[in-house]
């Protein structure tokens, strides 16, 4: 019984370090994300809103800030997909480790819930990741097409 218990305990004791660190993925993905995006976004834009932004420009081609946009649309890919698996990797051992506890101690699967079978097979920040790349990349194309 004390050997059971104390299994229990050094679980827990995991489950706190790895939630920390779930936490700690979880913040990190997220806000690079969302700054590394709105980085490209003002690149791109950058020659149409220079004048509404009283921004002096040097004279360059609005054709550079288009292709350097695209450059950092992939960069933005590559980097954030790799926060992505740090942060899936984190999550999965996070879970191994509740699979461990008794059963009267973990908490429910998401798939038990009602249409949570939709979400089991891949991540949200994988979703939203790729949402967030073929935005850039429309924008770009966008503008790349209609722009004077």
Known sequence: MVNEE??????????N?????????NQLLWSNTFKFFYAIIIVILLPNISNFLKIELPILPGLLFRIIGLIMSFAFLFVVLGYAKRFELSSNTYHKLIKKLKQEYQKPDISS????????GIRTSYIVVFLMFFSLISINVILLIFDK
């Open 17 to 25: 370090i790895y939630l920390n660190e779930y936490i700690y993925r």
């Open 6 to 15: 104390t299994k229990t305990q050094e679980i827990i004791a995991l489950l």
């Open 113 to 120: 819930v009602k249409f949570g079978k939709i979400f089991v």
